[in-house]
């Protein structure tokens, strides 16, 4: 049973792509178990933008599979369903469950087909979180609020030991790309493709717009 696992900690993954990110939590005994997350929203965007565009981070340990889903609760609200970056769909503190690859290819292509593409998806989502915003006198940056909660040493021990060997080498998501941009428009690509767009005329140069 998910109560009796080792550990229990919440959760960001972040696509790279769109800067979008899911927050949730998620219960085991192994922190490499190779768990991602569980949001529809977000097995749309890891099936459209690619799992290696995914990174997930974990943001807190908690002692408990009850104090764990009263912390979700209280970070993934109301309010942060309507930040423009957020891909959860409900409040937290029920958890999810996980996907297969075949489940999340089904699911992408369903919001593909009803939003007309990932573009217009975001935009519809955008739009409406927009209207919240005012209603509740919230800034469009709204980030959760971790000020005045401090973790104790076993839980800074168990982020360190999540950590390692975490993000360094070909375990980062962004080993071997790079960033190129013409101006107008930004993408990521493979190192060993750099030369021929920096030289195709077209205007391509390293960084960001």
């Not at 009796?4 to 939590?25: D, N």
């Not at 891909?87 to 996980?98: A, D, Q, T």
């Not at 999540?162 to 790309?177: C, M, R």
Request: proline share 0%.
């Amino acid at each position: 049973m998910r109560k009796e696992r080792k550990y229990h900690y919440i959760y960001k993954t972040t696509c790279s792509v769109t800067g979008k990110y899911y927050i949730g939590m998620h219960s085991t005994d192994d922190l490499d178990d190779g768990y991602i997350g569980s949001g529809k929203r977000l097995w749309f965007s890891i099936n459209y933008h690619g799992k290696e565009n995914h990174t997930k981070e974990i943001l807190e340990f908690c002692e408990n599979r009850a104090e764990l889903k009263e912390r979700e609760r209280e970070i993934v609200n109301e309010q942060l369903l309507e930040e423009d970056l957020c891909m959860n769909l409900i409040v937290g503190g029920e958890g999810g469950r996980g996907f297969t690859s075949d489940e999340a290819k089904k699911g992408g292509e369903a919001y593909m087909e009803k939003y007309g593409g990932t573009d217009t998806f975001y935009q519809c989502r955008s739009k409406g979180g927009k209207t919240t915003y005012e209603r509740h006198g919230l800034s469009e940056n709204f980030k959760p609020d971790w000020v005045g909660r401090k973790h104790s040493d076993e839980t800074k021990q168990k982020m360190s030991e999540a950590k390692k060997g975490k993000g360094t080498g070909k375990a980062n998501s962004q080993f071997g790309t790079c960033w190129i941009t013409n101006g107008t428009e930004t993408k990521k690509v493979k190192k060993e493709e750099l030369e021929s767009y920096l030289h195709s005329g077209e205007g391509w140069r390293t960084g960001r717009k």
